[in-house]
């Protein structure tokens, strides 16, 4: 799609935390490619999401911001809402994508681990929808949470982000009663769309693509169409979750 014409004033405007890197990099192209003005959230990957702006702005002037914050701050979320509206005095779109991620062992897990895993996957998202919900309402807008297959079947050694995913999981079905009829709440739930950075082997990779029914990893895009869908076409659907896992949740 041309977007080059868009005018900036009346497009809906979305926030993509975590927004600069992998998937909400993804996401942050698409839904800019179809028309929406896109505010890229980022903790410290300041580079990569001053460098995916001036790409879109590239591609259509004034079409693309970047903000800065850390989600681990209690401060942030009413702060980031309101920076994030004032970029062009309307808000339609939060897109919680920002997470941690990393194994906790039992036997090491730390209050530092709890609060870090916490804070991102499930307590960020919980207050920054609570700030955006009054800006959201004006506009009939959605909030897409970003969840994981292992928020339903857990992963070995990473109990606290399993957890916290979970929690998320319900949240998003609680806000959707909550906040309807006026703002939409959906998730998405990737399988093995990325594999992590910090790296796993070659024989976890096979085991992982083994227990998928199409027998290889998606694509980040694959999670933006999705988001795309649910808050462009999807205006009956609210409080659901979609697994874009490759049929790996139908598996035990």
Known sequence: ????????????????TGGSKRI??????????????????????????NELAKELNALRADSAKVIQGDLNSETIYNRLIEQAYQCWNRLDVLINNASSFYPTPVGSITMDDWHNL????????LFLA??????????QGNIINMIDVHGQRPMKDHPVYCAAKAGLGMLTMSLAKDLGPDIRVNGVSPGAILWPENDISDHTKKLILKRTSLKRPGEPLDIAK???????????????????????????
């Not at 609570?130 to 506009?139: G, M, R, V």
């Not at 649910?230 to 035990?252: C, E, K, M, P, W």
């Open 118 to 125: 916490i804070n991102s996957n499930m307590k960020a998202p």
């Open 1 to 16: 799609m041309d977007n080059s014409n868009v005018n900036n004033a009346t497009a809906k405007t979305a926030l993509i």
């Open 130 to 139: 609570q700030a955006a919900a009054p800006y959201l309402k004006q506009t």
């Open 24 to 49: 909400g990099a993804a996401i942050s192209r698409l839904l800019h490619q179809a028309g929406y003005n896109v505010i890229i959230h980022y903790r410290l990957s300041e580079q990569a999401a």
């Open 226 to 252: 999705t988001i795309l869908f649910l808050i462009r076409d999807a205006n009956y659907i609210t409080g659901q979750i979609i697994s874009v896992d490759g049929g790996r949740s139908i598996y035990i």
